[in-house]
């Protein structure tokens, strides 16, 4: 026999005698499980789909039939043209479904999600379309607009009046602060004079902008006399009614891009645009005759910086939404890969008995462990969106905007990482146009620099929050809220059992709360030093970065133990092992870190990858029904091998 055959078996002999020894006379460092977990697992697909989306069951049943209609029909192969014709026509059918409105954004914006979630199993094209006119666009006018302009609603509901959402610069993009367009306010005609004064002011990646729109909100300077009073935002007519570009407009399309080839963004600028003073969303500011004397302009917001801020706040369900593309896309994928891994035979122990590639261990620690992230991503967006439904009655807790910011952050990174996994383990049908995989990755690409580079924006504000918040929970001696886990007398060296949740639980938090104060020295200390504050954060970026990631993990993780806690008894069984498996492979990620900083000893270091492989085999049994409970319409799926 092959030594090296023998070696293994005599190896896979002594991990077994040793998992016996520990069954009988557990070790106080002992960390494996396995013969605690149960071995055979079942789903019932539709038992788990009506759990996973119980609170808007009909919308998404509902939705699932529309899009059977013969008009949505996936085509590849079409001109960019045709793609963006084709996408802007689903974009206006979806919208005479009426399964949502602008007014659904504040008042049931889990709704929003639920439907934007099943409009992206379909075509992410569209879902920017309908996402840019009710998320972006209809809700600045929801949010900052006058009664009579809330009258345009209706119209922006039914696609009557395509929007476009113009907040981007060239030069500055998501460095808003920067925004060099400017409204002239003129008290003799009282109007405003729109204008770009250089190219960096050009107003970039809007949607709809080539083809269709018809009205933007712009953002802008307003500068009254000789004052500038800060950002502001304005309704710009874009077209006439017949389609023309009106004057003093320029749009210039874009052109080819990686994806989302069926929208049309371009590029605007404008050159000395007068408008009304109508057209000024003034639901927080008015602008007097000259002759009054307690001046011309008043705004309710004390500071420019809140005015903006508020300008921006109706738009967090957009960020929300561009989360929930890539979970929606990664799902997608993932169901597509395994499926094709249940089907697909090859190679195996002899010439005449080829093996299914999900019975593989490589093939199933390669998808397995990214099933589970998508179980754990999926639960806590549908969390974060029930919250901001919420809302009303109790406010949203201070963590809540940080927290949707990180969370954007860890999922899109994922998504578009893992997405390239499911392409490679269908080999070359991955590449196919009909497995919608690679459509996919170039689409999902697209929300991971949604609102500018995810590290550059949106971690740092996730962990300015964080920090500020622990140093005046410190200041005052007691830790709580989001920082409760900090005050447990935790034991920095884990023992115990790897397949426990309890265990992992407490490996987040201890690495969450251990980065947390050392951030906050490492910053002190540079202060003390007499180091420029921005120079201080930027030395200490890899830091902040880790943090963030560890928030993150954490928060993802509790809530995902907290739901298995409180679902059905007949799905424990499995949702257990999905919440092992997502916090096994997100402290497997950063292992080093862990094992270094003596949070987790060497004995249990050495179980991970065994514990991860018994998960991994244990579910890629029902992993084909995890995915069907996903409730993916058929539409959106490749066609059955004899219908290729």
């Known amino acids: 026999k092959n030594p090296t055959h023998l070696?293994?078996?005599?190896?896979?002999?002594?991990?077994?005698l040793e998992k016996i020894v520990g069954h009988l006379k557990p070790q106080a460092t002992s960390s494996t499980l396995i013969h605690e977990l149960p071995t055979s697992l079942s789903v019932d697909v539709e038992s788990f789909f009506t759990y996973l989306e119980d609170d808007h069951l009909t919308l998404k049943r509902d939705l699932k039939k529309f899009l059977e209609d013969n008009s949505f029909e996936l085509v590849s192969g079409l001109e960019r043209d045709e793609q963006r014709d084709r996408s802007y026509k689903w974009a206006e059918k979806i919208a005479s479904f009426k399964a949502i409105s602008v007014a659904d954004i504040a008042a049931r914006p889990s709704r929003?999600?639920?439907?934007?979630e099943t409009i992206g199993y379909f075509d992410h094209s569209t879902v920017t379309r309908l996402m840019l006119q009710y998320t972006l666009f209809g809700v600045s006018i929801l949010n900052s607009g006058n009664?009579?302009?809330?009258?345009?609603?209706?119209?922006?509901?039914?696609?009557?009046?395509?929007?476009?959402?113009?907040?981007?610069?060239?030069?500055?993009?998501?460095?808003?602060?920067?925004?060099?367009?400017?409204?002239?306010?003129?008290?003799?005609?009282?109007?405003?004079?729109?204008?770009?004064?250089?190219?960096?002011?050009?107003?970039?990646?809007?949607?709809?902008?080539?083809?269709?729109?018809?009205?933007?909100?712009?953002?802008?300077?307003?500068?009254?006399?000789?004052?500038?009073?800060?950002?502001?935002?304005?309704?710009?007519?874009?077209?006439?009614?017949?389609?023309?570009?009106?004057?003093?407009?320029?749009?210039?399309?874009?052109?080819?891009?990686?994806?989302?080839?069926?929208?049309?963004?371009?590029?605007?600028?404008?050159?000395?645009?007068?408008?009304?003073?109508?057209?000024?969303?003034?639901?927080?500011?008015?602008?007097?005759?000259?002759?009054?004397?307690?001046?011309?302009?008043?705004?309710?917001?004390?500071?420019?910086?809140?005015?903006?801020?508020?300008?921006?706040?109706?738009?967090?369900?957009?960020?929300?939404?561009a989360t929930t593309m890539c979970i929606s896309g990664l799902k997608v994928a993932l169901a597509v890969a395994i499926r094709f891994a249940h089907i697909k035979k090859q190679f195996g122990p002899s010439q005449d008995d080829e093996m299914e590639l999900i019975t593989y261990i490589s093939h199933q620690r390669r998808l397995i462990p990214v099933l589970a992230?998508?179980?754990?991503?999926?639960?806590?967006?549908?969390?974060?969106?029930?919250?901001?439904?919420?809302?009303?009655?109790?406010?949203?807790?201070?963590?809540?905007?940080?927290?949707?910011?990180?969370?954007?952050?860890?999922?899109?990174?994922?998504?578009?990482?893992?997405?390239?996994t499911c392409r490679?383990?269908?080999?070359?049908?991955?590449?196919?146009?009909?497995?919608?995989?690679?459509?996919?990755?170039?689409?999902?690409?697209?929300?991971?620099?949604?609102?500018?580079?995810?590290?550059?924006?949106?971690?740092q504000q996730l962990v300015r929050f964080l920090l500020a918040e622990y140093e005046k929970q410190k200041?005052?001696?007691?830790?709580?809220?989001?920082?409760?886990?900090?005050?447990?007398?935790?034991?920095?060296?884990?023992?115990?059992?790897?397949?426990?949740?309890?265990?992992?639980?407490?490996?987040?938090?201890?690495?969450?709360?251990?980065?947390?104060?050392?951030?906050?020295?490492?910053?002190?200390?540079?202060?003390?030093?007499?180091?420029?504050?921005?120079?201080?954060?930027?030395?200490?970026?890899?830091?902040?970065?880790?943090?963030?990631?560890?928030?993150?993990?954490r928060r993802v993780f509790s809530h995902f133990y907290a739901t298995l806690q409180e679902s059905p008894a007949s799905m424990q069984d499995v949702l257990g092992q999905l919440c092992n498996l997502y916090g096994l492979q997100a402290v497997s990620s950063d292992l080093g870190?862990?094992?270094?900083?003596?949070?987790?000893?060497?004995?249990?270091?050495?179980?991970f990858d065994e514990q991860l492989t018994f998960l991994c085999g244990n579910l890629a049994e029902v992993s084909l029904n995890l995915t069907e409970a996903f409730g993916i319409p058929k539409r959106c799926m490749p066609p059955d091998e004899e219908e290729q």
Not at 112 to 116: D, E, G, P, Y
Not at 293 to 310: D, L, M
Not at 441 to 457: A, K, L, R, S
Not at 593 to 607: F, I, T
Request: hydrophobic share 40%; with cysteine; net charge neutral.
């Open 7 to 16: 070696l293994f078996h005599f190896g896979m002999a002594s991990n077994r």
């Open 147 to 321: 009664d009579e302009q809330l009258g345009l609603l209706p119209k922006i509901d039914s696609m009557e009046i395509p929007g476009v959402f113009c907040l981007s610069e060239f030069g500055h993009e998501s460095d808003f602060d920067r925004i060099e367009t400017t409204a002239l306010y003129n008290p003799n005609t009282k109007t405003f004079v729109i204008h770009t004064p250089n190219r960096r002011a050009e107003k970039y990646w809007c949607c709809n902008a080539v083809n269709h729109g018809k009205l933007g909100v712009v953002f802008a300077r307003l500068v009254i006399g000789d004052e500038d009073r800060g950002i502001h935002t304005f309704l710009v007519p874009l077209r006439s009614n017949d389609g023309n570009v009106l004057p003093g407009i320029k749009i210039k399309d874009l052109g080819a891009r990686k994806g989302l080839h069926g929208v049309d963004y371009g590029s605007i600028s404008f050159d000395n645009v007068s408008i009304p003073l109508s057209n000024m969303l003034d639901k927080n500011v008015t602008i007097n005759d000259t002759t009054d004397p307690e001046g011309v302009y008043h705004c309710k917001f004390p500071t420019q910086r809140r005015h903006f801020a508020a300008l921006l706040s109706g738009l967090l369900l957009g960020r929300m939404v």
């Open 112 to 116: 929003v999600m639920a439907f934007f």
């Open 593 to 607: 870190w862990y094992v270094s900083n003596g949070v987790v000893s060497l004995e249990n270091a050495r179980h």
């Open 424 to 459: 490679e383990v269908c080999g070359g049908q991955g590449f196919h146009d009909l497995f919608r995989i690679s459509t996919l990755q170039n689409d999902v690409d697209n929300w991971i620099t949604f609102e500018g580079d995810n590290i550059v924006v949106l971690n």
């Open 475 to 553: 200041g005052r001696g007691a830790f709580s809220g989001i920082l409760a886990h900090m005050a447990k007398k935790n034991s920095r060296l884990l023992h115990g059992n790897v397949m426990n949740n309890m265990w992992l639980k407490a490996a987040f938090e201890i690495r969450e709360g251990q980065l947390l104060r050392e951030l906050s020295k490492k910053l002190q200390f540079f202060k003390n030093e007499g180091v420029e504050p921005f120079d201080s954060w930027n030395q200490n970026l890899p830091l902040i970065l880790r943090l963030a990631t560890a928030y993150m993990e």
């Open 373 to 420: 992230g998508a179980y754990a991503f999926d639960l806590f967006n549908k969390y974060l969106a029930l919250s901001l439904e919420k809302q009303k009655e109790s406010g949203l807790p201070i963590e809540f905007r940080p927290t949707c910011a990180g969370f954007k952050v860890l999922v899109s990174r994922y998504a578009v990482q893992e997405i390239q």
